[in-house]
């Protein structure tokens, strides 16, 4: 019985992922998701999130340079801020009995992180948008991941905070 409801329900959402139009939320952005980034269980997944942020104010940054010169430093300010999150989320995985060297380790991956994910995301951006020839789409892509980046603000400054009072505690020396 179980193996048939289990079936039904695989079934049932298979078919509305077919049949949910590809302009939702989620789909008009380059994040995988539309959550708030606080609520993505999975450490990686929000590691994605927050560099995924951090390359599209980068790419909004350089696109704006030259017409909107502080706007174009805001979004460069929040690509920072991004990446610092990006750094602290990752950091505060670790569990209350983990030992300096665990520490030392996560610190460690959350540099080749918070590096690696914005700039590999900024490419996969800048491929799309030769690919589709800089259109309304990837145009609004862009705009899409913006908005999404940007309604996660208040979870990004909240990071931001704890990275200050652990920075100034001496914690990454």
């Not at 174009?72 to 750094?87: E, F, R, V």
């Not at 951006?125 to 980046?149: F, P, R, Y």
């Amino acid at each position: 019985m179980l193996n048939i409801t289990k079936w039904f329900k695989h079934t049932m959402l298979a078919s509305i992922v077919c049949i949910v139009p590809i302009t939702s939320l989620a789909a008009a952005s380059f994040l995988a998701t539309d959550k708030p980034f606080i609520i993505i269980e999975d450490e990686h997944d929000r590691a994605e999130a927050w560099g995924t942020c951090a390359a599209a104010y980068d790419l909004m940054s350089m696109m704006q340079a030259k017409a909107s010169p502080a706007y174009s430093k805001q979004m460069s300010d929040l690509s920072n801020g991004a990446t610092i999150a990006l750094y602290m989320d990752y950091i505060m995985g670790l569990k209350g009995d983990d030992s300096s060297s665990q520490f030392s380790a996560r610190v460690k991956m959350a540099n080749v992180l918070k590096d690696g994910i914005p700039e590999t995301q900024l490419t996969a951006m800048l491929s799309a948008g030769e690919q589709l020839q800089h259109n309304k789409v990837w145009i609004d892509s862009i705009t899409g991941t913006i908005n999404l980046c940007m309604s996660n603000l208040d979870s990004q400054q909240d990071l931001i905070n704890i990275w200050r009072e652990m920075y100034a505690s001496g914690a990454f020396e």
